[in-house]
Protein backbone atom coordinates (compact mmCIF):
# COMPACT_ATOMS: atom_id res chain seq x y z
CA UNK A 1 0.00 0.00 0.00
CA UNK A 2 2.91 2.61 0.87
CA UNK A 3 4.19 1.52 -2.67
CA UNK A 4 1.37 3.29 -4.17
CA UNK A 5 1.65 6.36 -2.51
CA UNK A 6 2.55 9.69 -4.33
CA UNK A 7 5.91 10.20 -4.03
CA UNK A 8 5.88 13.67 -2.13
CA UNK A 9 3.31 11.74 0.62
CA UNK A 10 6.32 8.93 0.77
CA UNK A 11 8.78 11.78 1.71
CA UNK A 12 6.72 13.71 3.42
CA UNK A 13 6.30 10.32 5.45
CA UNK A 14 9.52 10.37 5.86
CA UNK A 15 10.30 13.39 7.12
CA UNK A 16 7.27 12.76 9.82
CA UNK A 17 8.91 9.39 11.01
CA UNK A 18 12.60 10.34 11.09
CA UNK A 19 11.37 13.44 13.23
CA UNK A 20 9.63 11.61 15.79
CA UNK A 21 11.62 8.55 15.94
CA UNK A 22 14.61 10.89 16.02
CA UNK A 23 12.90 12.78 19.01
CA UNK A 24 12.26 9.43 20.71
CA UNK A 25 15.50 8.17 20.63
CA UNK A 26 16.98 11.48 21.75
CA UNK A 27 14.83 11.44 24.84
CA UNK A 28 16.20 8.31 25.65
CA UNK A 29 19.86 8.81 24.96
CA UNK A 30 20.54 6.70 22.46
CA UNK A 31 22.69 9.43 20.00
CA UNK A 32 25.07 6.25 19.58
CA UNK A 33 23.08 3.94 18.54
CA UNK A 34 21.59 6.54 16.00
CA UNK A 35 25.29 7.25 14.80
CA UNK A 36 26.19 3.62 14.11
CA UNK A 37 22.73 2.21 12.95
CA UNK A 38 20.55 4.65 10.69
CA UNK A 39 23.22 7.67 10.16
CA UNK A 40 24.65 5.38 7.49
CA UNK A 41 22.21 5.62 5.44
CA UNK A 42 21.44 9.12 5.07
CA UNK A 43 24.95 9.32 3.98
CA UNK A 44 24.61 6.17 1.99
CA UNK A 45 20.88 8.23 0.14
CA UNK A 46 23.11 11.67 0.08
CA UNK A 47 26.25 10.04 -1.55
CA UNK A 48 23.60 8.45 -4.35
CA UNK A 49 22.43 11.71 -4.70
CA UNK A 50 25.63 13.39 -5.37
CA UNK A 51 26.75 10.48 -7.51
CA UNK A 52 24.67 11.19 -10.13
CA UNK A 53 24.78 15.28 -9.75
CA UNK A 54 28.17 15.89 -11.98
CA UNK A 55 27.04 13.65 -14.86
CA UNK A 56 23.52 15.37 -14.64
CA UNK A 57 25.04 18.62 -14.86
CA UNK A 58 27.30 17.70 -17.78
CA UNK A 59 24.96 15.73 -19.79
CA UNK A 60 22.42 17.87 -19.44
CA UNK A 61 24.06 21.19 -20.60
CA UNK A 62 26.23 20.16 -23.20
CA UNK A 63 22.83 18.37 -24.70
CA UNK A 64 20.40 21.09 -24.51
CA UNK A 65 22.77 23.28 -26.39
CA UNK A 66 22.91 21.22 -28.78
CA UNK A 67 19.39 20.26 -29.29
CA UNK A 68 18.98 24.38 -30.27
CA UNK A 69 18.30 25.24 -33.42
CA UNK A 70 20.03 27.97 -33.76
CA UNK A 71 22.90 30.13 -31.76
CA UNK A 72 20.58 32.84 -31.71
CA UNK A 73 17.99 30.81 -29.62
CA UNK A 74 20.55 29.81 -27.38
CA UNK A 75 21.75 33.37 -26.78
CA UNK A 76 18.67 34.47 -25.87
CA UNK A 77 17.85 31.89 -23.68
CA UNK A 78 20.99 32.66 -21.79
CA UNK A 79 20.60 36.35 -21.56
CA UNK A 80 16.89 35.71 -20.08
CA UNK A 81 18.29 33.49 -17.78
CA UNK A 82 20.63 35.54 -16.43
CA UNK A 83 18.45 38.12 -16.40
CA UNK A 84 15.87 36.23 -14.31
CA UNK A 85 18.49 34.89 -12.09
CA UNK A 86 19.91 38.38 -11.05
CA UNK A 87 16.78 40.07 -10.83
CA UNK A 88 15.14 37.65 -8.43
CA UNK A 89 18.06 37.62 -6.32
CA UNK A 90 18.66 41.49 -6.09
CA UNK A 91 14.66 41.36 -5.15
CA UNK A 92 15.09 38.46 -2.72
CA UNK A 93 17.98 40.53 -0.30
CA UNK A 94 15.84 43.57 -0.88
CA UNK A 95 13.36 41.60 0.55
CA UNK A 96 15.31 40.45 3.13
CA UNK A 97 16.79 43.71 4.29
CA UNK A 98 13.57 45.23 4.59
CA UNK A 99 12.07 42.86 6.71
CA UNK A 100 15.06 43.75 9.16
CA UNK A 101 15.58 46.73 9.19
CA UNK A 102 11.67 46.78 10.07
CA UNK A 103 11.47 43.80 12.65
CA UNK A 104 14.95 44.99 14.33
CA UNK A 105 15.28 41.14 15.54
CA UNK A 106 18.87 42.23 16.98
CA UNK A 107 17.10 44.53 19.96
CA UNK A 108 15.33 41.14 20.90
CA UNK A 109 18.84 39.72 21.86
CA UNK A 110 19.33 39.86 25.78
CA UNK A 111 23.31 40.00 26.81
CA UNK A 112 23.26 36.99 28.72
CA UNK A 113 22.15 34.75 25.29
CA UNK A 114 24.56 36.60 23.34
CA UNK A 115 27.31 35.47 26.03
CA UNK A 116 25.86 32.09 25.79
CA UNK A 117 26.37 31.89 22.07
CA UNK A 118 29.30 33.48 21.57
CA UNK A 119 31.01 30.67 23.90
CA UNK A 120 28.85 27.93 22.35
CA UNK A 121 29.98 28.49 18.85
CA UNK A 122 33.25 30.65 19.16
CA UNK A 123 35.38 27.38 18.21
CA UNK A 124 32.85 26.35 15.50
CA UNK A 125 32.73 29.47 13.76
CA UNK A 126 36.66 30.05 14.28
CA UNK A 127 37.31 26.62 12.35
CA UNK A 128 34.97 28.10 9.28
CA UNK A 129 36.65 31.16 9.41
CA UNK A 130 40.21 29.80 8.88
CA UNK A 131 38.67 27.23 6.39
CA UNK A 132 37.73 30.39 4.40
CA UNK A 133 40.74 32.48 4.85
CA UNK A 134 42.69 28.97 4.04
CA UNK A 135 41.01 29.41 0.48
CA UNK A 136 43.92 31.42 -0.70
CA UNK A 137 42.97 35.44 -0.93
CA UNK A 138 39.43 34.89 -0.99
CA UNK A 139 38.00 38.15 -2.64
CA UNK A 140 33.99 39.14 -3.77
CA UNK A 141 35.36 38.16 -7.31
CA UNK A 142 36.64 34.48 -6.60
CA UNK A 143 33.36 33.07 -7.90
CA UNK A 144 34.07 34.44 -11.06
CA UNK A 145 37.68 33.14 -11.07
CA UNK A 146 36.78 30.03 -9.32
CA UNK A 147 34.70 29.22 -12.29
CA UNK A 148 37.06 28.31 -14.42
CA UNK A 149 38.50 25.15 -14.60
CA UNK A 150 42.43 24.71 -14.72
CA UNK A 151 42.04 21.23 -14.49
CA UNK A 152 38.56 19.61 -16.04
CA UNK A 153 39.61 16.28 -14.43
CA UNK A 154 40.14 17.55 -11.12
CA UNK A 155 36.86 19.91 -11.28
CA UNK A 156 34.28 16.57 -12.64
CA UNK A 157 35.46 14.56 -9.79
CA UNK A 158 34.85 17.52 -6.77
CA UNK A 159 31.18 17.59 -6.52
CA UNK A 160 32.27 21.80 -4.92
CA UNK A 161 33.23 22.43 -8.31
CA UNK A 162 30.09 22.28 -10.23
CA UNK A 163 30.39 25.73 -11.80
CA UNK A 164 34.17 24.86 -13.27
CA UNK A 165 31.91 21.69 -14.75
CA UNK A 166 28.99 23.60 -15.80
CA UNK A 167 31.49 26.28 -17.39
CA UNK A 168 33.10 23.19 -19.12
CA UNK A 169 29.95 21.70 -20.47
CA UNK A 170 28.92 24.78 -21.80
CA UNK A 171 32.17 25.52 -23.76
CA UNK A 172 31.82 21.94 -25.28
CA UNK A 173 28.10 22.23 -26.16
CA UNK A 174 28.82 25.31 -27.57
CA UNK A 175 31.72 24.21 -29.81
CA UNK A 176 29.61 21.34 -30.84
CA UNK A 177 26.77 23.36 -32.42
CA UNK A 178 29.41 25.61 -34.04
CA UNK A 179 30.50 22.96 -36.15
CA UNK A 180 27.63 20.93 -36.48
CA UNK A 181 28.94 18.10 -39.07
CA UNK A 182 28.57 14.87 -39.75
CA UNK A 183 31.78 14.31 -37.80
CA UNK A 184 30.12 15.72 -34.78
CA UNK A 185 27.18 13.90 -34.78
CA UNK A 186 27.87 10.67 -33.19
CA UNK A 187 29.04 13.13 -29.92
CA UNK A 188 25.44 14.38 -30.07
CA UNK A 189 24.08 11.22 -30.60
CA UNK A 190 26.06 9.65 -27.53
CA UNK A 191 24.93 12.63 -25.19
CA UNK A 192 21.19 12.26 -26.48
CA UNK A 193 21.39 8.40 -25.45
CA UNK A 194 22.92 8.66 -22.02
CA UNK A 195 20.26 11.06 -20.51
CA UNK A 196 17.57 8.99 -20.38
CA UNK A 197 20.10 6.78 -18.74
CA UNK A 198 20.84 8.93 -15.78
CA UNK A 199 17.15 9.81 -15.57
CA UNK A 200 16.65 6.43 -14.87
CA UNK A 201 19.13 6.21 -12.85
CA UNK A 202 17.57 8.85 -10.72
CA UNK A 203 13.97 7.03 -10.45
CA UNK A 204 15.95 3.92 -9.09
CA UNK A 205 17.80 6.30 -6.86
CA UNK A 206 14.51 7.79 -5.66
CA UNK A 207 13.13 4.73 -4.67
CA UNK A 208 15.60 4.79 -1.74
CA UNK A 209 14.55 8.39 -0.78
CA UNK A 210 11.85 7.92 1.90
CA UNK A 211 14.14 5.38 3.77
CA UNK A 212 16.94 7.90 3.81
CA UNK A 213 15.33 10.76 4.25
CA UNK A 214 13.71 9.11 7.96
CA UNK A 215 17.37 8.49 8.39
CA UNK A 216 18.54 12.02 7.75
CA UNK A 217 15.54 13.37 9.83
CA UNK A 218 16.22 10.88 12.66
CA UNK A 219 19.67 12.16 12.36
CA UNK A 220 19.18 15.58 12.45
CA UNK A 221 16.86 15.11 15.66
CA UNK A 222 19.98 14.23 18.13
CA UNK A 223 21.94 17.15 16.65
CA UNK A 224 20.02 20.06 17.86
CA UNK A 225 20.95 22.34 20.31
CA UNK A 226 19.14 22.58 23.22
CA UNK A 227 16.21 25.11 23.80
CA UNK A 228 17.63 27.59 26.06
CA UNK A 229 20.43 28.66 23.46
CA UNK A 230 17.72 28.69 20.66
CA UNK A 231 15.40 31.15 22.59
CA UNK A 232 17.97 34.28 22.40
CA UNK A 233 17.76 34.33 18.55
CA UNK A 234 13.75 33.10 18.28
CA UNK A 235 12.97 36.54 16.65
CA UNK A 236 15.73 36.65 13.94
CA UNK A 237 14.66 32.96 13.05
CA UNK A 238 10.84 34.63 12.41
CA UNK A 239 12.64 37.00 10.54
CA UNK A 240 14.42 34.67 8.50
CA UNK A 241 11.85 32.61 7.85
CA UNK A 242 9.25 35.42 7.08
CA UNK A 243 11.36 36.96 4.24
CA UNK A 244 11.35 33.18 2.45
CA UNK A 245 7.71 32.74 3.04
CA UNK A 246 6.68 36.32 1.38
CA UNK A 247 9.37 35.42 -1.63
CA UNK A 248 8.54 31.67 -1.92
CA UNK A 249 4.76 31.78 -1.81
CA UNK A 250 4.23 35.52 -2.95
CA UNK A 251 6.35 36.93 -5.06
CA UNK A 252 7.18 33.67 -7.10
CA UNK A 253 3.43 33.04 -7.74
CA UNK A 254 2.99 36.68 -8.36
CA UNK A 255 5.61 36.36 -11.22
CA UNK A 256 4.15 33.37 -12.67
CA UNK A 257 1.00 35.13 -12.97
CA UNK A 258 2.13 38.49 -13.89
CA UNK A 259 4.87 36.71 -16.75
CA UNK A 260 2.66 34.14 -17.70
CA UNK A 261 -0.85 34.56 -17.10
CA UNK A 262 -1.00 31.54 -15.98
CA UNK A 263 -2.43 30.24 -12.82
CA UNK A 264 0.74 29.40 -10.85
CA UNK A 265 -1.46 26.87 -8.75
CA UNK A 266 -0.79 23.26 -10.20
CA UNK A 267 2.88 24.51 -10.57
CA UNK A 268 3.15 24.70 -7.23
CA UNK A 269 1.68 21.88 -6.64
CA UNK A 270 3.78 19.70 -8.50
CA UNK A 271 7.22 21.13 -6.73
CA UNK A 272 6.40 19.46 -3.56
CA UNK A 273 8.29 16.46 -3.81
CA UNK A 274 11.45 18.44 -4.79
CA UNK A 275 10.92 20.79 -2.09
CA UNK A 276 10.19 18.46 0.63
CA UNK A 277 13.64 17.09 -1.07
CA UNK A 278 15.47 19.81 -0.66
CA UNK A 279 13.91 20.68 2.98
CA UNK A 280 15.59 16.96 4.36
CA UNK A 281 19.07 17.23 2.36
CA UNK A 282 19.40 21.04 2.87
CA UNK A 283 21.53 20.37 -0.59
CA UNK A 284 20.55 21.87 -4.13
CA UNK A 285 22.34 20.02 -5.83
CA UNK A 286 21.57 16.71 -4.30
CA UNK A 287 17.79 17.39 -4.68
CA UNK A 288 18.79 18.35 -8.76
CA UNK A 289 18.19 14.93 -9.93
CA UNK A 290 14.56 15.02 -9.17
CA UNK A 291 14.14 18.74 -9.71
CA UNK A 292 14.91 18.09 -13.12
CA UNK A 293 13.11 15.17 -13.45
CA UNK A 294 10.02 16.66 -12.15
CA UNK A 295 9.74 19.65 -13.90
CA UNK A 296 10.10 18.05 -16.98
CA UNK A 297 7.97 15.12 -16.33
CA UNK A 298 5.63 16.31 -14.30
CA UNK A 299 5.45 20.31 -14.80
CA UNK A 300 6.14 19.63 -18.36
CA UNK A 301 8.74 22.24 -19.28
CA UNK A 302 10.59 21.44 -22.29
CA UNK A 303 13.74 19.37 -21.67
CA UNK A 304 16.33 21.61 -23.59
CA UNK A 305 14.96 24.93 -21.37
CA UNK A 306 15.11 22.67 -17.95
CA UNK A 307 18.50 20.86 -18.70
CA UNK A 308 19.90 24.38 -18.95
CA UNK A 309 18.54 26.33 -16.76
CA UNK A 310 18.09 24.02 -14.04
CA UNK A 311 21.89 22.67 -13.51
CA UNK A 312 22.77 26.32 -13.80
CA UNK A 313 20.01 27.53 -11.29
CA UNK A 314 21.08 24.67 -8.61
CA UNK A 315 24.24 26.31 -8.56
CA UNK A 316 24.40 30.04 -9.14
CA UNK A 317 20.94 31.35 -8.43
CA UNK A 318 20.16 30.92 -4.95
CA UNK A 319 17.57 33.80 -3.47
CA UNK A 320 17.00 31.89 -0.44
CA UNK A 321 20.48 32.02 0.30
CA UNK A 322 21.04 35.43 -0.36
CA UNK A 323 17.87 36.67 1.47
CA UNK A 324 19.19 34.67 4.56
CA UNK A 325 22.76 36.64 3.95
CA UNK A 326 20.96 39.72 4.14
CA UNK A 327 18.90 39.65 7.01
CA UNK A 328 21.82 37.45 9.04
CA UNK A 329 24.74 40.54 8.35
CA UNK A 330 22.01 42.97 9.48
CA UNK A 331 20.86 41.26 12.51
CA UNK A 332 24.84 40.24 13.72
CA UNK A 333 24.92 44.38 13.23
CA UNK A 334 22.37 45.25 14.86
CA UNK A 335 22.81 42.62 17.80
CA UNK A 336 26.66 44.04 18.32
CA UNK A 337 25.84 47.64 18.22
CA UNK A 338 27.31 48.69 14.53
CA UNK A 339 25.17 51.30 12.90
CA UNK A 340 24.85 50.59 8.98
CA UNK A 341 23.88 53.38 6.99
CA UNK A 342 22.07 53.29 3.50
CA UNK A 343 25.49 52.93 1.74
CA UNK A 344 26.38 49.74 4.49
CA UNK A 345 23.29 48.16 3.18
CA UNK A 346 24.09 48.74 -0.13
CA UNK A 347 27.29 47.10 0.11
CA UNK A 348 25.21 44.07 1.37
CA UNK A 349 22.93 43.88 -1.07
CA UNK A 350 25.91 44.03 -3.28
CA UNK A 351 27.99 41.61 -1.67
CA UNK A 352 25.04 38.92 -0.92
CA UNK A 353 23.90 38.97 -4.53
CA UNK A 354 27.67 37.37 -5.11
CA UNK A 355 28.06 35.63 -2.45
CA UNK A 356 24.70 33.56 -2.87
CA UNK A 357 26.19 33.37 -6.40
CA UNK A 358 30.00 31.65 -5.33
CA UNK A 359 27.91 29.73 -2.68
CA UNK A 360 27.92 25.92 -3.49
CA UNK A 361 24.85 23.99 -3.62
CA UNK A 362 25.78 22.31 -0.11
CA UNK A 363 25.02 22.25 3.35
CA UNK A 364 25.66 25.35 5.26
CA UNK A 365 27.44 27.04 1.98
CA UNK A 366 25.96 30.13 2.39
CA UNK A 367 27.11 30.34 6.18
CA UNK A 368 30.78 30.21 4.62
CA UNK A 369 29.98 32.94 2.20
CA UNK A 370 28.59 34.92 4.35
CA UNK A 371 31.91 35.75 6.32
CA UNK A 372 32.58 37.45 3.20
CA UNK A 373 29.37 39.89 3.39
CA UNK A 374 30.43 40.34 7.12
CA UNK A 375 34.05 41.23 5.86
CA UNK A 376 32.90 43.77 3.03
CA UNK A 377 30.77 45.72 5.59
CA UNK A 378 32.94 45.49 8.54
CA UNK A 379 30.99 43.58 10.79
CA UNK A 380 33.00 41.06 13.29
CA UNK A 381 32.79 37.72 11.73
CA UNK A 382 33.00 36.53 15.30
CA UNK A 383 29.46 37.06 15.32
CA UNK A 384 28.41 34.32 13.18
CA UNK A 385 28.59 32.72 16.63
CA UNK A 386 25.01 34.08 17.13
CA UNK A 387 23.87 32.65 14.81
CA UNK A 388 25.04 29.73 13.81
CA UNK A 389 22.53 27.27 16.24
CA UNK A 390 19.85 28.35 13.90
CA UNK A 391 21.68 27.72 10.78
CA UNK A 392 20.80 24.07 9.75
CA UNK A 393 16.90 24.47 10.20
CA UNK A 394 17.40 27.61 8.74
CA UNK A 395 19.25 26.04 5.13
CA UNK A 396 16.58 23.13 4.84
CA UNK A 397 14.05 26.29 4.71
CA UNK A 398 16.31 28.76 2.56
CA UNK A 399 17.57 25.48 0.32
CA UNK A 400 13.71 25.17 -0.56
CA UNK A 401 13.11 28.59 -1.66
CA UNK A 402 16.56 28.34 -3.74
CA UNK A 403 14.87 25.07 -6.13
CA UNK A 404 11.63 26.96 -6.11
CA UNK A 405 12.92 29.75 -7.63
CA UNK A 406 14.86 27.91 -9.95
CA UNK A 407 11.75 25.76 -10.86
CA UNK A 408 9.96 29.21 -11.10
CA UNK A 409 12.03 31.06 -13.62
CA UNK A 410 12.35 27.65 -15.91
CA UNK A 411 8.53 27.45 -16.04
CA UNK A 412 7.90 30.92 -17.17
CA UNK A 413 10.86 31.33 -19.96
CA UNK A 414 9.89 28.17 -20.94
CA UNK A 415 5.99 29.35 -21.30
CA UNK A 416 7.17 32.95 -22.89
CA UNK A 417 8.42 30.33 -25.50
CA UNK A 418 5.71 28.29 -25.83
CA UNK A 419 7.34 25.46 -24.81
CA UNK A 420 5.45 23.82 -21.93
CA UNK A 421 3.54 20.43 -22.18
CA UNK A 422 0.24 21.52 -20.22
CA UNK A 423 -0.99 17.99 -20.78
CA UNK A 424 1.86 16.77 -18.52
CA UNK A 425 1.55 20.34 -16.27
CA UNK A 426 -2.22 19.44 -15.75
CA UNK A 427 -2.03 15.43 -15.37
CA UNK A 428 -2.87 14.69 -12.04
CA UNK A 429 -1.45 11.10 -11.63
CA UNK A 430 1.84 12.00 -9.27
CA UNK A 431 3.88 9.08 -9.06
N1 LIG B 1 22.26 24.70 1.28
C1 LIG B 1 22.00 25.70 0.28
C2 LIG B 1 21.76 25.04 -1.05
O1 LIG B 1 22.25 23.98 -1.32
C3 LIG B 1 23.13 26.70 0.18
C4 LIG B 1 23.20 27.46 1.48
O2 LIG B 1 23.86 27.02 2.41
O3 LIG B 1 22.54 28.50 1.59
O4 LIG B 1 21.04 25.60 -1.87
Redesign the pocket.
Known sequence: MIGKLAIHWKILLGIIMGVGFGYILNCFGLQHFVKNWITPFGIIFINLLKMIAVPIVFVSIVKSITDFKSFENFAQLSKRTLFAFISTTIFAVSIGLVIVNILKPGNFIDASSKVELMNTFNKEVADKINSVSEQKDISILSPIIDAVPSNIFLALSDNSKMLQVIFFALLIGFSIMKIKSTETKPVVEFFNGLYPILMKVIDLIMLFAPFGIFALMTTLMTEIPNFSVLKGIFVYGLTVILGLFIHTFIFYPLCIYIFTKKNPLPVFKKMIPFQLL?FST????ATLPLTMERTVEHIGVDEDIASFVLPLG?TVN?D??SL?QGVAAVFIAQALNIPLNFEAQLMILFTATLA?IG?????????LMLIIVLAQVGIPEAGLALIFALDRPL?ML??TT??TGDVTISYILAERMGKVNHKKLLESTDN
Not at 282 to 285: E, F, G, L, N, R
Not at 359 to 367: D, E, F, K, T
Open positions: ASSSAAMGTYSAAAVPSAGLDRTNV
